[in-house]
Antibody
């Protein structure tokens, strides 16, 4: 059974760094890619970036200078780090598995609020 | 980046009706289009991939069509559980981009 679960702090101060973890089960990170997608409250979805089954990464150019995605295959975990957070980064952050491109399984999401 | 223009932004329909939602891509996405349903407080659920392939477990009243730059999601015989927001996703090239969403309300 494929599952993804995000974890991380619910509150981050402006200008600080966000660190999130996506723990997966039911599949291998060496077989499927994992993406991070975020959704500001009441708004649409934004693809942030992905880590491929081979370990390489792709990022949304709008976030590339602030974003880093990595993984620990032995722990079945994918990590997101984004620095210089601002209030507009307040959102629900999802990790999602890609199956030949499209996203077939999603985590429940974690709400991150950027506020002092 | 490929822009996805989704319409309408909101829709109100009655039980049993049929509705359609459209997504227009700014360039050819070669059927690399997926549709998702999202209910409040939940993560998106995959309905359709490759423009017209029905995800396992999704009711057959959902169908997708289109090619090139124009795609649509059709929901036949609306049921109360279909009240949700629907998004399209182009997975043709990076960065992947989503439509802005269509909020479907049942009368």
């Amino acid at each position: 059974q494929v599952q993804l679960k995000e974890s991380g702090p619910g509150l981050v101060q402006p200008s600080q760094t966000l660190s999130l973890t996506c723990t997966v089960s039911g599949f291998s990170l060496t077989s499927n890619s994992v993406s991070w997608v975020r959704q500001p409250p009441g708004k649409g979805l934004e693809w942030m970036g992905a880590i491929w089954s081979g370990g390489s990464t792709d990022y949304n150019s709008a976030l590339k200078s602030r974003l880093s995605i990595s993984r620990d295959t032995s722990k079945s975990q994918v990590f997101l780090k984004m620095n210089s957070l601002q209030t507009e980064d307040t959102a629900i952050y999802f990790c999602t598995r890609a199956e030949l491109g499209y996203f077939d399984y999603w985590g429940q999401g974690v709400m991150v609020t950027v506020s002092s | 980046d490929i822009q996805m223009t989704q319409s309408p932004a909101s829709l109100s329909a009655s039980l049993g009706e049929t509705v359609s939602i459209e997504c227009l891509a700014s360039e050819d996405i070669y059927n690399n289009l997926a549709w998702y349903q999202q209910k409040p407080g939940k993560s998106p659920q995959l309905l359709i991939y490759y423009a017209s392939s029905l995800q396992d477990g999704v009711p057959s009243r959902f169908s997708g069509s289109g090619s090139g730059t124009q795609y649509s999601l059709k929901i036949n015989s609306l049921e109360s559980e279909d009240a949700a927001t629907y998004f399209c996703l182009q997975d043709s090239e990076y960065p992947y981009t989503f439509g802005a969403g269509t909020k479907l309300e049942l009368k």
